[in-house]
């Protein structure tokens, strides 16, 4: 699986859109870029993936550079209950597992 | 929502001795993962489980660790020589299929060996 690059740590006001970067330039063609996030030590929560469009759910937008190198999560109106450590993960495709790295600690601040 | 759940939360068992940790997958999903983080580290893979077998497992996972689905819904991790070092956060996750189908993972058990 192709390895990620996140920022170590980010702040972002209450209510401002979160934006979170992530590296991927070794991305192959199958893989897919998951987002995943952790609350405190709870388990890794699911927000969205995607493999070459833009993505949208009721809890995030993905968007995906075009050479598909690089990738933006974004929260749109981040809220206190949103500071966590978001992971960025790519995954090939029929892989059965995740690796997940340091990931970027997002503190939402009032 | 359906979502994965696990018992126990918290465990506080003495080195040496065996523990059973156990998850229910949700219902529908036909693979089966264990996931532990070590406190302040990353979240690492275990071992994956599909079909009545270990489908894929890291070298975490030796000898002393083993899985099985013993019924329809439960999932269960067990540890059979507990020492100081498995002491983490053990995650269990699920998914319908595997590929690119998304993992969800459950709140965890806290394994406190001493």
């Known amino acids: 699986d192709a390895k990620t690059t996140q920022p170590t740590s980010m702040d972002c006001a209450e209510g401002r859109a979160a934006n979170l970067p992530c590296n991927h330039s070794t991305i192959s063609g199958n893989e897919y870029v998951y987002w995943y996030r952790q609350i405190h030590s709870q388990g890794p929560q699911y927000i969205i993936h995607g493999l070459k469009n833009n993505e949208t759910n009721e809890m995030a937008s993905l968007i995906i550079t075009e050479d598909r190198k690089s990738s933006t999560l974004i929260l749109p109106h981040a809220t206190l209950r949103d500071t966590a450590v978001y992971y960025c993960?790519?995954?090939?495709?029929?892989?059965?597992?995740?690796?997940f790295g340091p990931g970027t600690r997002l503190s939402v601040l009032p | 929502e359906p979502e994965v759940t696990q018992t126990p939360s918290h465990q506080v068992t003495q080195m040496g001795q065996e523990v059973i940790l156990r998850c229910v997958p949700i219902?529908?999903?036909?693979?089966f993962y264990w996931y532990r983080q070590i406190l302040g580290q990353k979240v690492e893979f275990l071992v994956s489980f599909y079909n009545n077998e270990i489908s894929e497992k890291s070298e975490i996972f030796d000898d002393q660790f083993s899985v099985e689905r013993p019924d329809g819904s439960n999932f269960t991790l067990k540890i059979r020589s507990t020492k100081l070092e498995d002491s983490a956060m053990y995650f269990c996750?699920?998914?319908?299929?595997?590929?690119?189908?998304?993992?969800?993972f459950g709140p965890g058990t806290r394994l406190l060996v001493l």
């Open positions: 996750a699920s998914s319908l299929e595997t590929g690119q189908e998304t993992q969800y």
């Open positions: 993960i790519v995954r090939r495709n029929y892989g059965q597992n995740f690796v």
């Open positions: 219902s529908n999903h036909l693979y």
